[in-house]
C-alpha cells in the first residue's frame, strides 16, 4: 500500500470489495488509519476479466470501531442489525461466522490495531478505471496487427491461399 504524497495517510483501502460499483462499507480486521473526510481508492479483484484489479476513488464518510464477543457484533458500542451485517459481510466478501470470530482473546486479533467498518462514498459517478476508455477504443497488445497471434488453423489456411511458406517458431 503507497502513501499519498509522503504523509501516514494511505491511499488504498487495506482489503478488497466485492464490486467498486456498488459497495459502501469494508471491514478491516487490522484498522484502516483513516478519518471521515479521506480520499482514497478502493479496489476489487472479481470481474469479468479474470482477475484484474479496478479502482475507484472514494470518499471516507465514517469509521466505527468493531466489537466481537463471539455471539453479538457491535459498531461504536451500538447493536448491528440483521441487515447492517449482511451488507459489510457481502461488501467485504466475508462471512458473518469469521466476523464473529474475530474478537479479543483469538490469535488472529491485534490489540494494537482494533478492527474498524469503513463507510465511504464514490467521489464521482464515473470514476471507475473501466469508465474511462470509450468501448473498442482501449489499447492492448493486439490492437496492432503485428502483435495479433494467428490460431494454428489460420496459419495452416494462410498458407495455402496465400502460398507462403512455413516460418520456424
Known amino acids: 500500500m503507497g502513501l ?17 460499483g456498488t459497495a459502501t462499507c469494508l471491514f478491516c480486521p487490522y484498522g484502516a488509519g483513516v478519518e471521515p473526510g479521506d480520499r482514497l481508492y478502493m479496489y476489487d479483484e472479481k470481474t ?12 471516507v464518510k465514517a469509521v466505527k470501531q468493531f466489537r466481537s464477543t ?45 478492527p474498524q467498518v469503513v463507510y465511504f462514498e464514490p467521489c464521482d459517478e464515473d470514476d471507475t478505471t473501466g469508465s474511462h476508455t470509450r468501448p473498442g477504443a482501449a489499447i492492448s497488445l493486439d490492437s496492432k496487427p503485428q ?8 496459419r495452416m489456411f494462410g498458407r495455402l491461399f496465400k502460398g507462403k511458406k512455413p516460418t520456424a517458431h
Open 4 to 20: 499519498i504524497r509522503g504523509s501516514v495517510i494511505p491511499d488504498m483501502l487495506p482489503s478488497h470489495v466485492h464490486d467498486i
Open 70 to 114: 463471539g455471539r453479538v457484533i457491535t459498531l461504536d458500542l451500538v447493536m448491528l442489525s440483521p441487515e447492517e451485517l449482511e451488507r459489510i459481510v457481502a461488501d467485504s466478501e466475508l462471512e458473518v461466522e469469521a466476523l464473529l470470530a474475530h474478537r479479543p482473546g483469538t490469535a488472529t486479533y491485534d490489540d494494537k490495531r482494533p
Open 48 to 59: 469479468v476479466f479474470g482477475r484484474r484489479q479496478r479502482e475507484r476513488l472514494v470518499e
Open 147 to 154: 502483435n495479433r497471434h494467428e490460431s494454428a488453423l489460420e
